[in-house]
């Protein structure tokens, strides 16, 4: 009897090494990656600076604040959704190159390794995320200070990046080749993206007469991702977004469990790979 509590404390120190192996190896992967940070910085710094310029004088009226600190949450999730997808890229890679073999092997739990990856993933993408925001404020924009409300913004942030991370390994089951990622991405991360509230508010679209484009913001989860951080911000209701992007981050990760169960998804890839 008193050899399995003892067997079980050697089991969750092997489980939480094996996380802190496989997040530490992300985050060495990425300090080398100077490029990958710049590019993560630079995309939503020239949509703030540039386009918020452009729009601020028309969007400012209807939106009653300036147009600059409406956007910053949608481009808070710009950079995880970026993140996000980059981790599928990541995931298939490694499957060629034959890391991930070597990973899903180790004597653990196949969804507790993925959880692992998916940890390293939520957790770039935050910092990545966080990297934008501190630049936002010193390019002079004011977004509100409350402390509390700062901390509803983080956990809706990280929220996000789980989700966000969780449907990158849900289509790098999908991806069968490198060749094919940048196709997939762009019926992915252009739709997702620009068919949300990002950029721009949903009662706009209704409003406008644009019900097709209202319809499918309205069941985007980005959209429920964007929102929770913005409304967070403000301390204002999130209504049912945190359970949209929660409900959502479940789906997604059990479903990219199911497809990396060797009986299914990765295991028949890996196996019509090596015939």
């Known amino acids: ?78 950079v ?19 890391l991930m073999r070597l990973l899903l092997t180790a004597p653990l739990p196949r969804p507790w390794l993925l959880f692992c990856k998916l940890c390293a993933t939520a957790l770039l993408s ?24 700062g901390l509803h913004a983080l956990l809706a942030l990280l929220a996000a990046a789980l989700m966000l991370g969780a449907l990158g390994l849900l289509l790098s089951v999908h991806i069968k080749q490198l060749e094919n990622f940048a196709g ?10 620009f068919l949300s509230t990002a950029l721009y508010p949903l009662q706009q679209l209704q409003a406008s007469g644009a019900q097709w484009i209202y319809q499918v913001a309205r069941l985007n989860p980005f959209t429920h991702a ?19 992007v929660l409900g959502c981050l479940a789906l997604f990760f059990t479903l990219a469990c199911w497809g990396y169960d060797p009986q299914r998804g990765f295991g028949q890839l890996a196996k019509r790979g090596g015939g």
């Open 226 to 244: 964007v929102e929770w951080m913005r409304l967070a911000l403000y301390g204002q209701d999130p209504g049912n977004a945190p359970w949209v």
């Open 1 to 78: 009897m008193s050899g399995k509590p003892a067997v079980a404390r050697r089991g969750a120190a092997h489980a939480l090494q094996a996380l802190r192996a496989v997040v530490l190896r992300e985050l060495l992967k990425f300090s080398q990656q100077t490029g990958r940070l710049l590019s993560a910085l630079v995309r939503p710094l020239l949509w703030l600076a540039v386009f918020a310029a452009g729009f601020r004088r028309v969007a400012d009226a209807s939106l009653q604040q300036p147009y600059d600190v409406y956007i910053v949450p949608g481009l808070v999730g710009m």
């Open 184 to 193: 997939t991405m762009n019926f992915v991360i252009f739709p997702m993206y």
């Open 80 to 98: 995880l959704l970026f993140n996000g997808m980059q981790s599928s890229l990541s995931m298939v890679y490694d499957r060629e190159m034959g």
């Open 126 to 149: 935050a910092l990545q995320a966080l990297a934008f925001v501190a630049l936002a404020l010193l390019i002079g924009t004011a977004l509100p200070g409350d402390w509390a409300h």
